[in-house]
């Protein structure tokens, strides 16, 4: 059956015209293109470990939210760092600060700030208290595009990734950004990191042509069928190297113009699901777009909290059964994903928030084939769905 793809846009074909476009970012950061965001949020944290210079033998921390994509853990990991996990505020997909601050101590070199759907974190609070602790901000910005940085240089460096799924689709790669004032002490760590060329032949066009088609509806509804890939699993990937790639002049220029150009259904979607906060759901994105004036640039999924977990997945369910691919995303706070918890090592402690919102997130389709009747169907499922019948 065909399926509206839960999350990704299409792979672009390179701009001929103006290939050197500046970037959004680049006054205030350079650029260095990665082999994936993973790899790009490893070389961050291993210029924050350099650049803390902590004693010999004391492992340097990084600090990170408790729900989240268990490739920032394999990041940290890599560089023989201990991913030290910050519980969220109640219902926000966002740290609790005092939680964080009391998550300091004197091996901490970082804070990964991590956007989550396209709705950033709050960079300008958290940039306060790593400048007045000597360490990093390092914004990941992998699910949001573009960074908060480029708005305002607060990070000390930023991630972007041209994964699958991500608000700009070069089916791989990534981006560290790093502020210019860390420009030089960059340029001598990463000038023997080893180098591979994204070059655009005739296996990458063929590529591009059916990872494109398997975004159509019928392409996923096809490719859902077949059990083994294991589509949308969360698992965790230990990350072994770090990479620098060259892209190929005109590919991130194109990302970054149709990532500008799409169309969001953020607030068709605030706007038809506004009658689920009387029934115990919780709009999260729409209260961030409230408090910011605007919606939130690209987002990358639409989320929202069912009241439980029961509710949520009969949710899903019944949306996918209409050809809406709904689903919970990563299922599951970071030290219940499968890996992880042996990942983290000794460090451990209770995250119920994270837990929580785990338990009730499910998240809508919010790309560019989303149609106003994709929202209004999905508003008519979870009206049925939460109707309190009548006495
Ligand atoms: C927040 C976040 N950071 C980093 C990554 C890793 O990016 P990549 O898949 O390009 O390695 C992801 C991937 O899903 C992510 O969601």
């Known amino acids: ?70 490739d920032l853990v394999a990041a940290v990991v890599a560089q023989g760092a201990i991913p030290v996990l910050v519980d969220l505020l109640p219902d926000r997909p966002v740290m609790d600060i005092d939680r964080l601050t009391e998550a300091l101590s004197e091996a901490t070199v970082a804070v990964i700030a991590a956007g989550f759907l396209g709705v950033p974190e709050r960079l300008s609070a958290l940039a306060g208290v790593c400048k007045s602790h000597g360490i990093w901000l390092i914004e ?31 089916m791989g790669g990534g981006a560290l950004l790093v502020r210019k004032d860390h420009g030089d002490f960059a340029t001598r760590v990463f000038a023997d990191l080893p180098e591979v060329t994204v ?29 083994f890939l294991g589509l949308g699993s969360t698992v965790y990937k230990p990350l072994d190297s770090v990479r620098r790639i060259q892209l190929p002049g005109g590919l991130l220029a194109a990302g970054i113009r149709t990532a500008s150009l799409r169309p969001s259904v953020a607030k068709q979607y605030d706007q038809a699901l506004a009658f689920l906060v009387s029934r115990g759901w919780v709009l999260f994105m729409r209260s961030h777009a409230q408090q910011n004036g605007s919606i939130v640039p690209v987002t990358l999924r639409y989320g929202l909290l069912a009241p439980d977990q029961g509710t949520r997945d009969t949710a899903a369910s019944m949306l996918n059964s209409r050809g809406i691919g709904a689903n919970a995303f990563y299922e599951k706070a970071l030290p219940d994903v499968a890996g992880v918890g042996e990942a983290l090592g000794t460090i451990s402690g209770s995250y119920p928030n994270a837990v929580f919102f785990a338990d009730r997130l499910v998240t809508l389709p919010s790309h560019e084939d989303v149609a106003y009747g994709d929202v209004t169907l999905v508003a008519s499922v979870l009206d049925k769905l939460t109707q309190v019948p009548e006495e």
Request: aromatic share 8%.
């Open 1 to 70: 059956m065909a399926m509206l793809r839960p999350v990704g846009s299409r792979v672009p074909r390179p701009d001929e015209a103006d290939p050197h476009q500046p970037l959004p970012w680049q006054d205030d950061y350079q650029t260095w293109c990665m082999g994936s965001g993973t790899e790009a949020l490893s070389a961050a944290v291993s210029l924050a470990t350099l650049c803390a210079g902590r004693q010999q033998g004391v492992t340097p921390e990084v600090i990170l939210p408790a729900y989240g994509c268990p």
């Open 199 to 227: 070059t655009l032949d005739g296996h990458w066009k063929l590529k591009r042509y059916i990872f494109n088609f398997l975004l159509s509806r019928l392409g996923y509804g096809l490719l859902r069928r077949v059990p």
């Open 140 to 170: 990941d910005s992998a699910q949001c595009f573009p960074p908060d940085c480029a708005r305002e240089p607060m990070a000390d460096c930023a991630v972007l990734s041209f994964g699958r799924g991500k608000p700009i689709n070069l």
